[in-house]
């Protein structure tokens, strides 16, 4: 056979037929996790990744939540959106909220489990080649110059053609398979490196990741905490200690309860200069300068601090109410010049409190008078046998100390003397404790006021005086209340007869008469069928009215008709 020198007749060979190229899909491979070595085709226009069953992704990892992320398909591919998921979604080891784009090989994370990203383009490439232009394959055959050993492909043209593999000598070829084997271990050992130190690099992620959200709630803890205090100092009424506290949240955390913490801080700017009128208010109750007590109390606009505002005002009546006491028992002491100017201060206090208290005015004017007389007391001598005069001339000006002091002197000569001494000595005594006296004593002091002055009320009066209408009238008013009407009238006399411009007793009076002429008409008509029922009208009219009313007459005369019958 070796002796042959032709070849044999080349064998033609069907073509063989191209094998058809797998379709083009996207899909996720689970890598790590629970589903690890699953594959997820991305079918349709969006898919749902989570822990639930319904999913078109599911995935058993506790640490997925049940609706995880989103996967959509979009005009350049697919794209990842996290689902507001409780440990968040990363891609490629990066956080991510708004959708984001998928380039092949990107690994999503999802908890525990990774799953990476194959394009639409990395399918497997056809393992089957076209045939050659030349037609089909021609057997490989023997030739002389193999010596029978080697194989040789047609060329075409007749002429054998050594293939590489049969020039390569296998010494070199067990070197380069050693290299071969060399590049492919030390890319392996490579690989294995970078992904250590890439799961290295992601589990520090994941523990800054852990201590951000650590920190993030002990800060959240913080700032509520802080909140809470300012909230409780608010609710005491500390408005600057709480500003100071709700400055400092907006200085740690300016979004923190933004809304809450602005609105609080604009009330505590408004009342924090509240609070300072009203300390200072109680500071001057404390020192007693009334005036300015009230000043600052008439400038507090507050509707959180009324209760604090309201024990300030009683606590201002209260003090008032003292210094009215301390300013009656001034009164006593009307000869002396430093009592009296104390008295008038006083009583200059107390009205900016009480601007209309008509007892703290007539105070202030009894002041006035003494601290006048005894700065320009009168020249004018006493007459030697008649001294008592002078005694009362000086009590009605006002001037007991000195009244006393002459009624003293001539004591021992004269009894007129001896007895404006001890009537000057209970005035005194009695007019140190005005309020504890009843509207009879008052009447009787008044009287011996009278009766030491020479008949006229004397200027030491006034308080006397003051007190009593104020009883009198009290007194008036709840006998018109129960329908008494003739002591009405005369308590309301009584009141002018202290004062005599008394609007309230003038007005009760009118109102006294009208009532006077009601029941002498009712009597009138009385006066045949019951008589004595008539007779006690007529009375009650005549101690309403005056002698000299008209009605008064009248009713006078009808008592004389029905009782001559």
Known sequence: MSGRTGASAPVRARPAAPRPKPAATSRLVAQSGPASGQEFVLEGDELVLGRAADNPVSIPDTSVSRKHAL????????????????????????????????TDGDVITMGDTELKYAGAGDGSADETAAPPAGGARRPPVRTARTGGGALERSSGRGRPVRTSRM?????????????????????????MALLVGWKAIDNKRQIAKIAERKAGQEHQAAMADLFKEAKLLVRQGKWSEAKSKLEEIQTEDPDYETRQVENYIKIATDEI????????????????????????????????????????????????????????????????????????????????VRVEDREASEL????????????????????????????SARFKNGDSSG?????????????????FESNIKEFETKSKNLENLNENDLIALYDLDKKIAGGQSSELSRPVRTQLVSKLFVKASQAKTTGNWPRAIDLARKVQQADSGHVGAQALINEGRTQAREAYLRGYQLRESSPDEAIRLFKDVMNMTPPDDETHMKAKSRVNELQKQ
């Open 71 to 102: 996967v959509r398909k979009t005009a350049d591919g697919w794209a990842v959106s996290d689902l507001g998921s409780g440990n968040g979604t990363m891609l490629n080891g990066e956080a991510i909220a708004d959708e984001t784009p998928l």
């Open 167 to 191: 020039a390569e000598d296998p010494e070199e070829a067990k070197k380069k398979r050693r290299k071969i084997f060399l590049i492919v271990g030390g890319s392996l050992v490579v690989i």
């Open 364 to 391: 202030k004017k009894t002041a006035e008078t003494a601290i006048y007389k005894i700065k320009n007391p009168p020249v004018a001598e006493a007459r030697p046998d008649t001294p008592w005069l002078e005694v």
């Open 403 to 419: 009244a006393l002091s002459l009624a003293q002197a001539c004591a021992n000569k004269f009894a007129q003397c001896r007895t």
């Open 273 to 352: 200069p509240n609070q300072a009128l009203l300390a200072a208010a109680n500071e001057a109750i404390a020192r007693g300068e009334l005036g300015k007590a009230a000043a600052s109390l008439a400038k507090v606009k507050t509707l959180s601090q009324d209760a604090p505002l309201n024990a300030a005002k009683e606590a201002l009546d209260a003090k008032t109410t003292e210094k009215m006491g301390i300013a009656r028992g001034l009164l006593a002491s009307a000869g002396d010049l430093t009592k009296m100017e104390e008295l008038k201060a006083l009583c200059e206090d107390i009205l900016l």
